[in-house]
């Protein structure tokens, strides 16, 4: 089968290494790809977004599966252009359409959507710039600290919690009339604070059945014990050692269920990848958010623990067979530690020449913002490098990928050093 994948970061580069290990993956293209995914693959020159470049391509290379990575091809509705095409509606794309994107493209239309079909989520009012001031009455009614988010894709940055009242407002008008996020804050949804722990559930349904792949819990802030601003994130740790099969049972029967029975009733097609925010409130899960496509670390550490042929998962999902796949998983845990620019998420300098890759040992590396230049590789992004390993706890898997980070060397180079330390 060719297989055309769509992305250039971590999460493409891990999608491609365990795509490649299917026999039924005849030849892999990643547009555009990355300097790990050049090393497995063949890169093209196309954006993700480019929905006229990639039928062109489609069609010339004779792409028989387009595999979605990010979330902007998703929301601007790569499904449906294929769908409604006479020659590509043949080809089917791994990921939802339009619509069902809207549950990561829009915050309203995905409370709305937990609302409708009782799943459990924390209560929110949305507003615009014409309503700021009923925005800044509605923080008056609620308990600091107080939860913002910008309506659209901020690239995983437009979520605020902030914990005084007035600077609370400041930020709301900030993001409504001056527009901090751009588009993406000309709605905002204040929500109520759930106070607990953070954990993410992936689910991969063919619209109609479901398989739920293993837990993570991410790392968002760039700074060490959680501080600092939001991030894409910083690492990751996969099972969740909290996650209790008690806890793993409310998840599948309170949220998982709900959330693929739902879209089958709204009449939504999805036919994909779905993540899961969650939130342990004394035990009981509440969504915090939905994506549409596998996460970013996460994927660095659930897909390598995947030993089910992730091809032939794909292959179920598009001809609504998931049902009839048994999943296994690697019971051993997985650690990824992302190694960013200095300066990330705020300005930081590409171009630094990386070095120490050869030298790494018992660890995984899937480049995020890397590229190849006179057979060197450089930096091009603001996160770098996913360092993954495994261990037989999260202590181990930890150890190991700090060890190998040791290895590495670029100018500025950063990492947090104490991913998973909350869990010990």
Same mark, same amino acid.
């Given at each position: 089968?060719?297989?055309?994948?769509?992305?250039?970061?971590?999460?493409?580069?891990? %999608?491609?290494?365990?795509?490649?290990?299917? &026999?039924?993956?005849?030849?892999?293209?990643?547009?555009?790809?990355?300097?790990?995914?050049?090393?497995?693959?063949?890169?093209?020159?196309?954006?993700?977004?480019?929905?006229?470049?990639?039928?062109?391509?489609?069609?010339?290379?004779?792409?028989?599966?387009?595999?979605?990575?990010?979330?902007?091809?998703?929301?601007?509705? !790569?499904?449906?252009?294929?769908?409604?095409?006479?020659?590509?509606?043949?080809?089917?794309?791994?990921?939802?359409?339009? &619509?069902?994107?809207?549950?990561?493209?829009?915050?309203?239309?995905?409370?709305?959507? %937990?609302?409708?079909?009782?799943?459990?989520?924390?209560?929110?009012?949305?507003?615009?710039?014409?309503?700021?001031?009923?925005?800044?009455?509605?923080?008056?009614?609620?308990?600091?600290?107080?939860?913002?988010?910008?309506?659209?894709?901020?690239?995983?940055?437009?979520?605020?919690?902030?914990?005084?009242?007035?600077?609370?407002?400041? *930020?709301?008008?900030?993001?409504?009339?001056?527009?901090?996020?751009?588009?993406?804050?000309?709605?905002?949804?204040?929500? &109520?604070?759930?106070?607990?722990?953070? %954990?993410?559930?992936?689910?991969?349904?063919?619209?109609?059945?479901?398989?739920?792949?293993?837990?993570?819990?991410?790392?968002?802030?760039?700074? *060490?014990?959680?501080?600092?601003?939001?991030?894409?994130?910083?690492?990751?740790?996969?099972?969740?050692?909290?996650?209790?099969?008690?806890?793993? &049972?409310?998840?599948?029967?309170?949220?998982?269920?709900?959330?693929?029975?739902?879209?089958?009733?709204?009449?939504?097609?999805?036919?994909?990848?779905?993540?899961?925010?969650?939130?342990?409130?004394?035990?009981?899960?509440?969504?915090?958010?939905?994506?549409?496509?596998?996460?970013?670390?996460?994927?660095?550490?659930?897909?390598?623990?995947?030993?089910?042929?992730?091809?032939?998962?794909?292959?179920?999902?598009?001809?609504?067979?998931?049902?009839?796949?048994?999943?296994? !998983?690697?019971?051993?845990?997985?650690?990824?530690?992302?190694?960013?620019?200095?300066?990330?998420?705020?300005?930081?300098?590409?171009?630094?020449? !990386?070095?120490?890759?050869?030298?790494?040992?018992?660890?995984?590396?899937?480049?995020?913002?890397?590229?190849?230049?006179?057979?060197?590789?450089?930096?091009?992004?603001?996160?770098?490098?996913?360092?993954?390993?495994?261990?037989?706890?999260?202590?181990?898997?930890?150890?190991?990928?700090?060890?190998?980070?040791?290895?590495?060397?670029?100018?500025?180079?950063?990492?947090?050093?104490?991913?998973?330390?909350?869990?010990?």
């Amino acid at each position: 089968m060719r297989i055309l994948l769509l992305g250039s970061g971590g999460r493409e580069h891990a %999608l491609a290494w365990k795509m490649l290990q299917s &026999e039924k993956c005849t030849k892999l293209f990643v547009a555009p790809g990355n300097a790990g995914t050049a090393g497995i693959a063949t890169n093209v020159a196309i954006s993700p977004t480019d929905l006229g470049e990639i039928k062109k391509f489609v069609i010339e290379e004779k792409i028989e599966m387009v595999v979605v990575g990010p979330e902007d091809p998703l929301v601007i509705g !790569i499904q449906d252009f294929f769908m409604e095409d006479d020659y590509l509606k043949k080809i089917p794309v791994i990921g939802p359409s339009k &619509e069902g994107a809207m549950l990561e493209g829009s915050k309203e239309f995905a409370k709305e959507f %937990l609302i409708r079909h009782r799943i459990p989520t924390a209560a929110y009012h949305s507003f615009t710039k014409e309503t700021v001031e009923k925005g800044h009455h509605f923080l008056e009614t609620l308990k600091a600290p107080y939860v913002l988010k910008a309506d659209g894709l901020a690239a995983g940055k437009g979520v605020l919690i902030i914990h005084d009242l007035e600077e609370a407002k400041v *930020e709301l008008t900030n993001m409504l009339v001056h527009e901090k996020f751009g588009p993406a804050s000309s709605k905002v949804v204040i929500e &109520e604070f759930l106070d607990g722990i953070e %954990l993410s559930c992936f689910v991969l349904t063919d619209g109609k059945n479901y398989k739920i792949l293993p837990t993570a819990k991410d790392y968002k802030r760039i700074g *060490e014990g959680d501080t600092g601003l939001n991030t894409g994130g910083m690492g990751a740790v996969s099972p969740v050692p909290f996650a209790s099969a008690a806890l793993l &049972e409310k998840i599948e029967h309170r949220i998982v269920k709900p959330t693929i029975d739902g879209l089958h009733q709204d009449g939504i097609f999805y036919k994909g990848f779905v993540f899961i925010g969650l939130i342990n409130v004394d035990n009981d899960p509440y969504v915090i958010e939905y994506n549409v496509r596998m996460g970013d670390p996460e994927t660095e550490v659930v897909i390598p623990r995947l030993k089910t042929d992730l091809v032939s998962l794909f292959h179920a999902v598009s001809n609504e067979t998931l049902d009839q796949i048994d999943l296994e !998983i690697d019971p051993r845990t997985a650690a990824t530690i992302m190694v960013v620019s200095g300066g990330y998420p705020e300005a930081f300098d590409k171009g630094k020449v !990386i070095s120490g890759l050869e030298t790494i040992t018992d660890s995984l590396v899937f480049h995020a913002g890397t590229k190849s230049e006179n057979e060197q590789i450089l930096s091009n992004g603001g996160r770098v490098l996913a360092v993954t390993s495994f261990g037989d706890d999260f202590q181990e898997a930890v150890k190991k990928s700090y060890q190998n980070i040791e290895k590495l060397h670029f100018d500025k180079m950063y990492f947090r050093k104490d991913i998973g330390f909350d869990l010990f």
